[in-house]
Nanobody, 125 residues
């Protein structure tokens, strides 16, 4: 499985940006996966931004609720994060994640767990 992220860039505070992630290599079961966006700023841990599950439930980090929207297209094997009212603190590398199964707490990963290469989002003040 490969995940290819795209759409990052530089935007002014208050602006909008959309990033997408396309999955390849496991198209037959894409719909069974949870799809998430995580981000990591320099010197910080990677944290959850938003997730859309196989049943299409959605969950967002408190810091982005009301500003970001995650969506998925199972026909195209893609997940998209629409970001609005961006703030400088949203600056980070954004990673898409495709995962399902049981979570191994020791290794902090799921049975099937794939990450994209990351895309930089920079919000200027």
């Amino acid at each position: 499985v490969q995940l290819q992220a795209s759409g990052g860039g530089l935007v002014q505070a208050g602006g909008s940006l959309r990033i997408s992630c396309a999955a390849s290599g496991d198209g037959d079961t894409f719909a069974a996966y949870n799809m998430g966006w995580f981000r990591q700023a320099p010197g910080e841990r990677r944290t959850l931004v938003a997730v859309v599950g196989s049943s299409r439930y959605r969950n967002y980090a408190d810091s982005v609720k009301g500003r970001f929207t995650i969506s998925r297209d199972n026909a195209k094997n893609t997940v998209t994060l629409q970001m609005s009212s961006l703030k400088p603190e949203d600056t980070a590398v954004y990673y898409c994640r495709m995962y399902r199964g049981f979570f191994d707490t020791r290794h902090e990963r799921y049975d099937y767990d794939y990450w994209g290469q990351g895309t930089q989002v920079t919000v200027s003040s």
